[in-house]
């Protein structure tokens, strides 16, 4: 059987221009694809909704991979393991309310799942800036990460949906594209972003949930960009709340899309 050359890359430049052009026109982009935003696509996507997921690394999984200090177990609490058995996803109980995962495992089943679940996962691109008209958020500039990393002045593209998700982690990148073109207008009590605050794991995993919601008409946070948003301790390699978070924006959004 004899493999054209040509035809390799023929088939990898047709199959990707509809994947990219797919994605003109999403119900939501999410922003991130580390633990929140890989579970709000799952949820989301298996919900009918039309979603896709950016990031700029080639790897998804944000922040997950490590687990802590670079020791690839993570922890996660009693209220998000109904996750990891929804996702087959397997875990051992280390002590009372305290069960450890392999983070490999983990990021490859939240991938595997939102993928299969139906949501288009674009790796190596960057949100570079915003589209808002009309005091709502309506879509993304978006180019190659490699662009970005250059700093070569390359043109991006736009892309549009009916909601975006900051799950950018700690940099909350998409709010603070927001603030920067538009200054303090997001729905904190002076508008402006109120920063993430110090570490106290049990505080920051309840308020990465309370945390998560819409900032602005058209864009939600979930994930660290949440507390990032609306000031929450940071938590160290707990993972429960990620998790719990990108379920909620998933839950909230498509009660909106439905409304
Ligand atoms: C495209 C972008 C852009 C951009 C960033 O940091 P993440 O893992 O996000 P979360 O919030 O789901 O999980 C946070 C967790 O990993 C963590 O850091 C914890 C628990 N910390 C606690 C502590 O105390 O430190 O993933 C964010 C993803 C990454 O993959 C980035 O590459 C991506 O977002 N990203 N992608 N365009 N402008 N900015």
Known sequence: MNLEDTKISEAIINTYKNKLEDVL????????????????????????????????KLSIGGGMWGGGMMMNQIVIQESARHIFDELHIRYQEYDKNYYTADSIECVSALTLNAVRSGARILNLISVEDIIVKEKCIKGLVINWSTAEMSKLPIDPLMIESKYILDATGHDASVVSKLVHRLGNILSTPDGSPEGEKPMWAERGEEQVVENTREAYPGLYVCGMAANATFGGQRMGPIFGGMLLSGK????EIIKQIRA
């Open 25 to 56: 026109h999403s119900d939501v982009i999410i922003v991130g694809g580390g633990p929140s935003g890989l579970v709000a696509a799952g949820c989301l996507a298996k919900a009918g909704v039309k979603t896709t997921l950016l990031d700029r």
């Open 248 to 251: 909620k924006t998933a839950r």
